[in-house]
């Protein structure tokens, strides 16, 4: 079941990398992001990351970035949900 958060995420995930439409419904936890999305790149990081904290309304640390976190979708969605619940 998507909640809200995953909802969000994927928006954010196509409209920073200017995904095709609907390419990131198909996306599930196992789904590759940084080194596998030739649009994740180390400078859409930094946009996307941006895009999070806006969105999401969260405040994302320095220290808590880390590659397993943009390794795949779920674990940036597990990093999201919790980031919020947080706020």
Same mark, same amino acid.
């Given at each position: =079941?998507? #909640?809200?958060?995953?909802?969000?995420? &994927? &928006?954010?995930?196509?409209?920073?990398?200017?995904?095709?439409?609907?390419?990131?419904?198909?996306? #599930?936890?196992?789904?590759?992001?940084?080194?596998?999305?030739?649009?994740? #790149?180390? =400078?859409?990081?930094?946009?996307?990351?941006?895009?999070?904290?806006? &969105?999401?309304?969260?405040?994302?640390?320095?220290?808590?970035? #880390?590659?397993? =976190?943009?390794?795949?979708?779920?674990?940036?969605?597990?990093?999201? &949900?919790?980031?919020?619940?947080?706020?």
């Amino acid at each position: =079941m998507q #909640d809200d958060t995953d909802l969000l995420l &994927r &928006r954010i995930l196509t409209d920073v990398l200017g995904l095709k439409q609907g390419q990131a419904d198909g996306f #599930d936890a196992d789904t590759g992001l940084f080194g596998h999305l030739p649009e994740l #790149d180390s =400078m859409a990081v930094a946009g996307l990351l941006t895009e999070l904290e806006d &969105r999401l309304d969260i405040v994302i640390d320095d220290d808590e970035l #880390d590659g397993e =976190m943009l390794e795949t979708f779920g674990g940036l969605l597990a990093f999201a &949900r919790s980031k919020r619940a947080e706020a």
